[in-house]
């Protein structure tokens, strides 16, 4: 089975109160490019170009007590300050786990997520 990607999801839908401010959020920390569907949904484009690992749904419910995304990084410390620098807020660590480090941020429709890195 091959290691983790980097910044890489399976499929998944994020609801945001302002599409376009989550495109730009997610594309400034962490690289994302989308297909555009019109004013209520972007699909995040696979990293290879072909296909889609999810979307972004304006309107959608978005934050809660839902599932825990995380995402994989080679460079936590580098992916901490992206996400603070597009508008993210780090909610806890980095700290270490067993195996690694990671840290949860919420984006700005009030998404949280994780991202972790081996160590």
């Known amino acids: 089975m091959p290691g983790p ?9 994020f609801g945001v109160t302002d599409l376009a401010a989550a495109r730009d959020f997610y594309t ?10 019109g004013p209520a949904y972007s ?3 696979s990293p290879d170009g072909e296909g889609e690992i999810g979307g972004l749904a304006a309107g959608s419910a978005s934050g809660g007590d839902g599932p825990l995304v995380l995402l994989f990084s080679e460079d936590l410390d580098a992916t901490v300050e992206a996400v603070r620098n597009a508008g993210g807020t780090i909610a806890a660590g980095p700290y270490d786990f067993p195996g690694g480090r990671r840290f949860e941020f919420v984006d700005p429709s009030g998404n949280r997520l994780g991202v972790f890195a081996e160590s």
């Open 28 to 37: 400034a920390a962490f690289g994302w490019e989308f297909n555009d569907y």
């Open 43 to 45: 699909g995040i484009r």
């Open 5 to 13: 990607k980097h910044h890489v999801i399976s499929y998944i839908e």
